[in-house]
């Protein structure tokens, strides 16, 4: 099976500055890499998906890069709104365990 | 509007077994695949099962491989998830979700609000 590593599991950052997560796949995937954000009590949201393309209607501070086994997902200007925990997805199926984005 | 409603969730015994549905409206539902996630509140996804839009394949995660069965009923636009031999690290949120209009491995574009499974041991 193929495993996701996330890094890092949490960061502390501030409003404006840009601020990047990891994902790192066990084996080549391609493209095959999705990204979510889930605030707390709510389902998860899908933001970019095959690696960088983003979702309709998902800002576009949000970016994705990388392929088969290093993914990154970028937020180049932080807003209040994006504190929440993100999370990488290969292929259909395995998740990476999650970066909580806090407030410094 | 998508709208994905689960329900079924509750408290049962270590050993005990449950049925989650999951009833799907404000799109095609025999046109796209199906997934269950789970989450310990608190913790991180869980991919738990998939299944395809015609209901023919079925893939599992290792945790709940010939214990869980997914299933759909295109006719009343209702995934459904039999659990079966449960144990107390299934205790979790189950989320009902959608997978992608372009292709499975593009994401889950919609999710349910989660149903809270609780196995007590």
């Known amino acids: 099976d193929i495993q996701v590593t996330q890094s890092p599991s949490s960061l502390s950052a501030s409003v404006g500055d840009s601020v990047t997560i990891s994902c790192r796949a066990s084996q080549r995937i391609g493209v095959f890499l999705n990204w979510y954000q889930q605030k707390p009590g709510q389902a998860p949201k899908l933001l970019i998906y095959a690696a960088s393309t983003l979702r309709s209607g998902v800002p576009s501070r949000f970016s994705g890069s990388g392929s088969e086994t290093d993914f990154t997902l970028t937020i180049s200007s932080l807003q209040p709104e994006d504190f929440a925990t993100y999370f990488c997805q290969q292929g259909f199926s395995s998740f990476g365990g999650g970066t909580k984005v806090e407030i410094k | ?121």
């Open chain 2, 1 to 121: 509007e998508v709208h994905l409603l689960e329900s079924g969730g509750g408290l049962v015994q270590s050993g005990g077994s449950l049925r989650l549905s999951c009833a799907a409206s404000g799109f095609t539902f025999n046109n796209y695949a199906m997934s269950w996630v789970r989450q310990v509140p608190g913790k991180g996804l869980e991919w738990v099962s998939t299944i395809s839009a015609n209901g023919v394949a079925t893939y599992y995660a290792d945790s709940v491989k010939g214990r869980f069965t997914v299933s759909r009923d295109n006719s009343k636009n209702t995934l459904s998830l039999q659990m079966t031999t449960l144990r107390a690290d299934d205790t979790a949120v189950y989320y009902c979700a959608k997978y992608s209009m372009t292709a499975v491995t593009n994401g889950f574009d919609y999710w349910g609000q989660g149903t809270l499974v609780t196995v007590s041991s």
